[in-house]
Nanobody
Framework: QVQLVESGGGLVQAGGSLRLSCAAS????????MAWFRQAPGKEREFVGA????????NYADSVRGRFTISRDNAKNTASLQMNSLKPEDTAVYYC?????????????????WGQGTQVTVSS
């Protein structure tokens, strides 16, 4: 089992920045890829970005590419989502997810481990 805890959410004005963190604990000795998803009110959860176990590869949803950056520190079992140039439409609950495997996973159902989510609100 892998436990994930997100932090760093909050209220920010449009154009501002936030950095979300995801701390992993439990059976983290195996390789696992990580991803961020988000769910806005009244909408389905959607893919934001993913990172491989090594951290060498990332991919992003078109809506956030160029504004958001995912990174990870395997020594600390953490992953981060740096969000710049935030827009009101980025308002959502952001979730960290993990999956034992390689490559970049963009599909929600591929991830068995999830954090509780952290609220990000962007005001106009």
């Amino acid at each position: 089992q892998v436990q994930l805890v997100e932090s760093g959410g909050g209220l920010v004005q449009a154009g501002g920045s936030l950095r979300l963190s995801c701390a992993a604990s439990g059976r983290t000795s195996s390789n696992f890829r990580m991803a961020w998803f988000r769910q806005a009110p009244g909408k389905e959860r959607e893919f934001v970005g993913a990172i491989t176990w090594s951290g060498r590869s990332t991919n992003y949803a078109d809506s956030v590419r160029g504004r958001f950056t995912i990174s990870r520190d395997n020594a600390k079992n953490t992953a981060s989502l740096q969000m710049n140039s935030l827009k009101p439409e980025d308002t959502a609950v952001y979730y960290c997810a993990a999956d034992r495997g390689y490559g970049l996973g963009t599909v929600e159902s591929w991830y068995p481990y999830w954090g509780q989510g952290t609220q990000v609100t962007v005001s106009s």
